[in-house]
T-cell receptor, first 115, second 113 residues
Framework: NAGVTQTPKFQVLKTGQSMTLQCAQDMNHEYMSWYRQDPGMGLRLIHYSVGAGITDQGEVPNGYNVSRSTTEDFPLRLLSAAPSQTSVYFC??????????????FGPGTRLTVT | DAKTTQPTSMDCAEGRAANLPCNHSTISGNEYVYWYRQIHSQGPQYIIHGLKNNETNEMASLIITEDRKSSTLILPHATLRDTAVYYCIVRVAGSSNTGKLIFGQGTTLQVKP
C-alpha cells in the first residue's frame, strides 16, 4: 500500500490565486481530514470527511473548500490564496465509526508559500 | 475534550529509556489517551493509545495512572531517530470524533549520543 499520498510537495502561489491540494489513500478508510501546521505550532484541523459525499468543518475552515466524491480522494481547494495561508498542510485518514480508537495515518505534507 | 499538559522539551541519552509525561487531569471516562510523534518536517506518526490499562507495542509502552489523570510514554531504548516532537492527545473514540485530534505544543525530545 502507498498509504496516504499528497501532491504537490511544494507550491508557491501569489495572493489571490487558487489551487487544489491533492490527497489520496489506498487503505479504504472512511475518514479523511486536512490539517495545517504553522511554524512552531501543533496541527489544526481544517475540514474532515466521514465518508464519500459527507464533509464538515474543523477548527480553521475559512478560505478552504473540500469535497469527497470517492472514498480514496479528498482534495483541498484554496479559493483565493492569502499570505496567512502560508503553512504546511497534512492530509490524514483512518477507519472510523463504532467505538474503537483507530489510529490516523498522515501524508508527507504539502509546503505552501503565498507571496 | 480534556486538555493535556506536557513539558516543552526533554533530553535523553542514546540507549537509555525516554520517559515522556503527560497530565490530563480533566479526562473523562470514555476518553482515550493517544500518543503521536512528528519527526522534523514529516507527517505525524501514531505511536500508541490506551484507555485504562497499561499498553505496550513494538514502539513504546504507555503507563496510565489508576486515576487516569496522567500518563507516561516510555521509549525503552531511545535512538537518535527517536528525536521528534511527541504529542499526547485525549479524545473520545468513535463516530466523527475519530479524527478530530487536537494537537498541542507537544514535547520536543532530543536524543543525544
Amino acid at each position: 500500500n502507498a498509504g496516504v499520498t499528497q501532491t504537490p510537495k511544494f507550491q508557491v502561489l501569489k495572493t489571490g490565486q487558487s489551487m487544489t491540494l491533492q490527497c489520496a489513500q489506498d487503505m479504504n478508510h472512511e475518514y479523511m481530514s486536512w490539517y495545517r501546521q504553522d511554524p512552531g505550532m501543533g496541527l489544526r484541523l481544517i475540514h474532515y470527511s466521514v465518508g464519500a459525499g459527507i464533509t464538515d468543518q474543523g477548527e480553521v475552515p475559512n478560505g478552504y473548500n473540500v469535497s469527497r466524491s470517492t472514498t480514496e480522494d479528498f482534495p483541498l481547494r484554496l479559493l483565493s490564496a492569502a499570505p496567512s495561508q502560508t503553512s504546511v498542510y497534512f492530509c490524514a485518514s483512518s477507519y472510523t465509526w463504532d467505538s474503537l480508537p483507530y489510529e490516523q495515518y498522515f501524508g508527507p505534507g504539502t509546503r505552501l508559500t503565498v507571496t | 475534550d480534556a486538555k493535556t499538559t506536557q513539558p516543552t522539551s526533554m533530553d535523553c541519552a542514546e540507549g537509555r529509556a525516554a520517559n515522556l509525561p503527560c497530565n490530563h487531569s480533566t479526562i473523562s471516562g470514555n476518553e482515550y489517551v493517544y500518543w503521536y510523534r512528528q519527526i522534523h518536517s514529516q507527517g505525524p506518526q501514531y505511536i500508541i493509545h490506551g484507555l485504562k490499562n497499561n499498553e505496550t507495542n513494538e514502539m513504546a509502552s504507555l503507563i496510565i495512572t489508576e486515576d487516569r489523570k496522567s500518563s507516561t510514554l516510555i521509549l525503552p531504548h531511545a535512538t537518535l531517530r527517536d528525536t521528534a516532537v511527541y504529542y499526547c492527545i485525549v479524545r473520545v473514540a468513535g463516530s466523527s470524533n475519530t479524527g478530530k485530534l487536537i494537537f498541542g505544543q507537544g514535547t520536543t525530545l532530543q536524543v543525544k549520543p
